[in-house]
Nanobody, 115 residues
């Protein structure tokens, strides 16, 4: 069983930044890809960004330029740097990891952006 622990959420003002972290209980080298997703109240969970074992990255088109995904393989930790936050970025942010055919999720961390 893979455990993913997110941290770094909180309440910020519009225009400010936050950095989320996700630490895995297994080596990143065993993970096919990792990603960040978010779910706002009353909406479906959506992709924010992905990073593969080869360190390629993919972003939701609407978030390119403001959000950056990164990984520290030695620390088994993935990050999401979020700049220029907007009220519409308010959501629970989830870390996800895919190993072979299985997908694991973290418990989520709340990000609230006040206008």
């Amino acid at each position: 069983q893979v455990q993913l622990v997110e941290s770094g959420g909180g309440l910020v003002q519009a225009g400010e930044s936050l950095r989320l972290s996700c630490t895995a209980s297994v080596s990143f080298f065993s993970i096919t890809y990792m990603g960040w997703y978010r779910q706002a109240p009353g909406k479906q969970r959506e992709l924010v960004a992905l990073t593969t074992s080869g360190s390629s990255t993919t972003y939701a088109d609407s978030l390119k330029g403001r959000f950056t995904i990164a990984r520290d393989n030695a620390a088994n930790t993935m990050y999401l740097q979020m700049n220029g936050l907007k009220p519409e970025d308010t959501a629970v942010y989830y870390c996800s990891a895919k190993i072979q055919l299985l997908t694991f999720w973290g418990q989520g961390t709340q990000v609230t952006v006040a206008s």
